[in-house]
Nanobody, 123 residues
Framework: QVQLVESGGGLVQAGGSLILSCAAS????????MGWFRQAPGKEREFVAG????????SYADSVKGRFTISRDNAKSTVYLQMNSLKPEDTAVYYC????????????????WGQGTQVTVSS
């Protein structure tokens, strides 16, 4: 079993930055592929970024490429999402998720989910 707890959300003006963190416990973090997803009001949850168990491989949704960076610290069992140049359309609840070793964009492939953290970007 894996427990995931997100933090770092908040209210920020357009063009600003935030760093989200997701702390994991319950299973060897270094064996987990991690993903960040988001869900805006009235929309389906969507993939934002993913990172493999070792950190060697990352992937991003086209909408965030060049603005967001996913990283991980296996010693701290934590994955991060650095968000720069935020836009109002980035407003959503952000979730981290875990699965075995490799991250993939498909939400259904993830076994564990956090409760989410709200990010609101004002124009």
């Amino acid at each position: 079993q894996v427990q995931l707890v997100e933090s770092g959300g908040g209210l920020v003006q357009a063009g600003g930055s935030l760093i989200l963190s997701c702390a994991a416990s319950g299973r060897t973090f270094s064996s987990l592929g991690m993903g960040w997803f988001r869900q805006a009001p009235g929309k389906e949850r969507e993939f934002v970024a993913g990172i493999s168990f070792s950190g060697a491989s990352t992937s991003y949704a086209d909408s965030v490429k060049g603005r967001f960076t996913i990283s991980r610290d296996n010693a701290k069992s934590t994955v991060y999402l650095q968000m720069n140049s935020l836009k109002p359309e980035d407003t959503a609840v952000y979730y981290c998720a875990a699965r075995w070793r490799i991250s993939v964009p498909a939400m259904s492939a993830y076994d564990y989910w956090g409760q989410g953290t709200q990010v609101t970007v004002s124009s």
